[in-house]
């Protein structure tokens, strides 16, 4: 739910993070607006056609249209809340402006992602119908790279235009939805794990059971995102979430995730605008993101802990992919080539404090700041790294059913 | 027969009693009734039968997300009406919208009677400040609800100081009680709106006149004022309880997954699970559903006398 609105309201400043706050209005706005015009979506009339035969393949069915980079030297990117370095003085973001005046490109930045789902479900009809979405540049994660690059809503990759595209982590290089990354380069990747409001809870949480302890009650929240939350669940029934888990275990995982909503244990389940509940103390633990929790400590006092829960995290990356539809692509791939310079990634990842998918940014950091150069969470190791689980990829039938069944019990 | 209606029935035979020219006559309605017919055509009508055509539909067998062809599944309408995990946000959709429209109604009444009769000449001043938050974003407003209901925030803060709460956990937001807050609050205008336009028509020697026949003070107004402003709460009513129940941003705003009303269930088969059939199905049973409300509503109060 995502929704719109860019206002600066010092008022409600004092009470949540700047960018939680434009998360949330963000999310609930544009499914609101989408509300308003009705039936926009890809289930109408357009199903039999566009989108049918985007399912054959990796063929784009969406016709390219014709790059406008040369003549307009702008470009619009849809990114997540906390994703990218902040000045809080200044209230500008200092890469994206190096880069804006280093390129003369014009950045439109807008943390518009609330959660993956919720995205495609807002751009994915006129995507099918071959329409621009206004956005030059998206950051899904993994799973909904995939679902893009699939249906042919991501434009490929012109190599000549990226060459640091070479400095991408040998890990991330070739990943299953994207063998070769011929369309989709890591914009950061990150834990899901245990978060938790270290005045409240000074002994911290170490397993996802924590969670439920009586005393948290009415004071947990947890994340939309499926993937996240469902697959800590699983891990602390000691279900591989990487490997071929069956049904009965995916809902056994969902049962507990019913039974603490039922029994008010968790009291919402939220997308990127989890943050503003903990930083209002309407939670004190919540299943949350890595890179998050440093963010908001910087920002409002160094009150949160993270960690991994003893049953493994959930690992994941988001990914910069290019909307098929778009007219500045070349001014798209410009900027991926300067995020992929080492010594902008570490600046990057000096602020957002999550795991850097440049390789040589490791170097660069410990110029910067060698304290974070030794970051577990920004250059883990691979014993941290032994400490995580991917979730396994769903088809398309298990990504409906179990979307289905989540859905019913965050939206009882 | 009501006043209104008695006028109406003088105006109509003042005009026919005044010569017209009958060929302009014929074409002047259709032509006014233009815009408003291409209007709900396109608007209404077309998505509306587009959204049907979608309600038909299933799933491609092996295909993409989202994917879906036209098979005329009426059957899609027998699974959602048997599923009953959407029983209770149906039902809590029509509980908080009624309970809404209720505080809504026991706001706004006195509010449209203060501004009509008392305010003297701030009047204009008050009706702005009935629209004045229109002027800012109604999800912003909504927010700025979270912070108001927060756990650490003023209410609450007063209520544990009154002995409401214990300092324990507990707190209002989010919860029914904040949704329906929101929602009272944010139709609220809806509902003064029409009551002020019927209550400020009412003419004064009216209820002068009851006085003078033995009615005074709550009897004049029971027997007069209120009768007279029924239009008007009719269409408050009316205006609050329909968006109301198909709202889902002040239940995505105020409410957790305890509190979701129907169209935060018909947003998520549209958005996450882009499950469009059976959110369409959705919403054509609420539309039903609404449309059997008001329809009781509408012959119980009697609108046709009042209107």
């Avoid at chain 1, 939680?20 to 607006?33: E, I, P, Q, S």
């Avoid at chain 1, 249906?151 to 060459?163: K, L, M, T």
């Avoid at chain 1, 245990?194 to 170490?206: A, D």
């Avoid at chain 1, 409002?300 to 692509?329: E, M, Q, R, Y």
Wanted: overall charge negative.
């Amino acid at each position: 739910m995502d929704p719109m609105n860019d206002p600066r309201l010092e008022m409600l400043r004092q009470a949540m993070s700047r960018r939680g706050f434009l998360g949330a209005t963000g999310a609930v706005g544009a499914a609101a607006a989408l509300a308003a015009c009705g039936t926009g979506s890809k289930g109408g009339s357009s199903s039999s056609s566009g989108s049918a035969a985007a399912s054959s393949g990796n063929a784009a069915p969406v016709a390219t249209p014709s790059d406008k980079s040369d003549s307009d030297k702008s470009l619009v990117w849809a990114n997540w809340t906390l994703y990218l370095d902040y000045d809080e003085e200044k209230k500008v973001y200092p890469s994206l402006v190096a880069f804006e005046e280093k390129t003369g490109i014009k950045v439109e930045y807008k943390e518009d992602i609330e959660d993956n789902a919720t995205f495609y479900g807002k751009v994915s009809g006129q995507l099918g119908n071959g329409q621009d979405i206004g956005y030059d540049l998206v950051t899904p994660t993994d799973w909904m790279a995939g679902r893009w690059i699939r249906q042919g809503f991501a434009a490929p990759i012109d190599e000549a235009n990226v060459p640091n595209k070479a400095n991408i982590l040998d890990t991330l290089n070739n990943v299953g939805f994207d063998p070769g990354r011929k369309y989709s380069l890591t914009w950061q990747s990150g834990f899901s794990g245990l978060v938790w409001n270290k005045e409240k809870l000074p002994n911290g949480l170490k397993s996802v059971n924590d969670l439920w302890a009586p005393e948290l009650k009415g004071k947990v929240v947890v994340l939309s995102e499926m993937r996240d939350t469902i697959g800590l669940i699983m891990m602390s029934q000691g279900v591989r979430i990487d490997g071929p888990f069956t049904n009965d275990q995916f809902n056994a995982a969902l049962a507990v995730l019913q039974q603490q909503v039922d029994s008010g244990q968790i009291k919402q389940v939220k997308g990127n605008s989890y943050k503003e509940d903990l930083i209002n103390g309407q939670a004190y633990a919540a299943i949350g993101w890595s890179g998050d929790i440093f963010q908001i400590n910087a920002e409002n006092g160094d009150k949160w802990g993270f960690a991994l829960p003893d049953t493994d995290g959930v690992l994941w990356s988001d990914n910069l992919l290019i909307p098929a539809t778009s007219t500045h692509k070349k001014n798209a791939e410009e900027l991926m080539n300067y995020y992929y310079q080492p010594e902008v990634a570490a600046i990057v990842a000096a602020y957002v404090n999550y795991i850097c998918p440049v390789k040589g940014a490791k170097e660069a950091m410990a110029k910067i700041d060698p304290k974070l150069a030794a970051s577990e969470f920004i250059f883990p190791t691979d014993a941290t790294l032994a400490k995580t689980q991917v979730f396994r990829p769903l088809t398309p039938k298990e990504e409906q059913e179990y979307s289905e069944a989540f859905g019913k019990v965050i939206q009882g | 027969m009501s006043i209104a209606a008695a006028l109406g029935d003088v105006q109509r035979d003042n005009l026919q009693g005044s010569p017209q020219p009958q060929r302009r006559g014929h074409f002047v309605p259709y032509l006014l009734m233009l815009p408003g017919l291409l209007w709900l055509g396109v608007f209404f009508v077309v998505p509306l039968v587009t959204l049907f055509m979608m309600s038909l539909q299933t799933a491609v067998p092996g295909g993409e997300i989202g994917e879906y062809e036209q098979t005329f599944h009426f059957a899609n309408y027998v699974d959602v009406l048997t599923d009953p995990s959407y029983y209770t946000p149906l039902f809590r959709s029509f509980i908080y919208a009624a309970c809404a429209t209720v505080l809504a109604l026991l706001i706004g009444y006195p509010l449209a009677y203060f501004i009509a009769f008392k305010s003297g000449r701030f009047r204009n001043l008050f009706l702005i400040m009935v629209i004045a938050p229109f002027f800012v974003s109604f999800i912003l407003r909504t927010i700025a609800w979270r912070q108001i209901l927060a756990d650490e925030g003023p209410v609450v803060a007063a209520m544990k100081w009154a002995g409401f709460f214990s300092d324990g956990i507990g707190g209002i937001y989010p919860s029914a009680i904040a949704v329906v807050l929101g929602l009272t609050y944010n139709f609220l205008p809806f509902m003064t709106l029409p009551i002020y336009a019927s209550l400020e028509r009412v003419d004064p020697k009216l209820v002068e006149a009851a006085g003078d026949l033995y009615a005074p003070g709550f009897t004049g107004f029971r027997k007069v004022t209120l009768p007279l402003s029924m239009p008007g709460v009719v269409a408050g009513t009316l205006l609050t309880f329909i968006p109301a129940t198909g709202d889902y941003v002040n239940a995505a705003l105020l409410g957790n997954s305890k509190n979701t009303m129907i169209g935060n269930r018909i947003d998520y088969a549209f958005l996450n699970t882009n499950d469009y059939p059976t959110a369409a199905v959705l919403s054509f049973v609420l539309m039903a559903c609404i449309l059997a409300v008001v329809l009781v509503y509408v012959r119980r109060v009697g609108t046709e006398d009042l209107l």
